[in-house]
């Protein structure tokens, strides 16, 4: 496993590469077009021939699309950036090195509680410290609660279940996790993010094609 995700993170990495070339060849391009709309309208305007003022309209219009289109590559980029760290920190898990994420749980110890404090749940080199991958402060206090009180028994192989059922489908959970480091999707409903997840799987060309 920790090959695979060393392997998915070197691909995004380059795939990011590849994207952020893009994004700076756009951006000249950007330059380009804005200085071609600003010469025609100036000759046109100043000019005998002031018909030439309007070869300025498909250069702005040019110019228009590619602010867009930057825009949306600055996205892309900013996207596959938090891939790549998803998949640092899947190997970390792995390789042993988790005890120094951030997020520790600590304030989630409760001393009257018959076991929070104790069993190394929350804390440094904790079970929370291992398992937090949430990217929400309601994620965060959902998974202490998890660990804070038993499961009934009835829930428990539904949960088994669908834990098999996303252990098939990486490309989603890194997606969804990605899609919710983003400060917009934390403000959101959590199904409009799994919907946004499921739609970019679909969209997406896949890791194995990079």
Not at 95 to 110: C, K, L, N, V
Not at 167 to 188: E, V
Request: glycine share 4%; net charge positive; aromatic share 14%.
């Amino acid at each position: 496993m920790v090959s695979l995700y060393e392997q998915r993170q070197y691909l995004f990495q380059e795939r990011q590469r590849r994207v952020r070339k893009y994004s700076n060849t756009v951006s000249w391009l950007r330059l380009l077009f804005f200085a071609l709309a600003v010469a025609a309208l100036t000759y046109g305007w100043y000019s005998t021939f002031d018909i030439l003022a309007y070869a300025a309209i498909p250069f702005v219009s040019v110019f228009v699309w590619l602010i867009v289109r930057h825009m949306r590559l600055k996205e892309e980029i900013d996207f596959l950036q938090k891939i790549v760290q998803i998949n640092i920190e899947c190997r970390q898990r792995l390789e042993g090195s988790w005890t120094d994420f951030a997020q520790r749980g600590s304030h989630y110890i409760d001393n009257s509680h018959p076991y929070s404090s104790d069993l190394d749940i929350f804390g440094q080199g904790s079970l929370f410290q291992y398992l937090n991958a949430t990217t929400s402060f309601l994620g965060e206090r959902l998974l202490a609660g998890q660990l804070r009180q038993p499961n009934p028994a009835d829930q428990i192989k539904p949960r088994q279940d669908a834990v098999s059922d996303l252990a098939k489908r990486l490309d989603f959970r890194q997606n969804f996790q990605a899609a919710g480091m983003d400060d917009l999707f934390r403000r959101q409903d959590p199904q409009i993010v799994i919907n946004w997840s499921e739609d970019r799987q679909k969209t997406s060309p896949g890791w194995k094609r990079l």
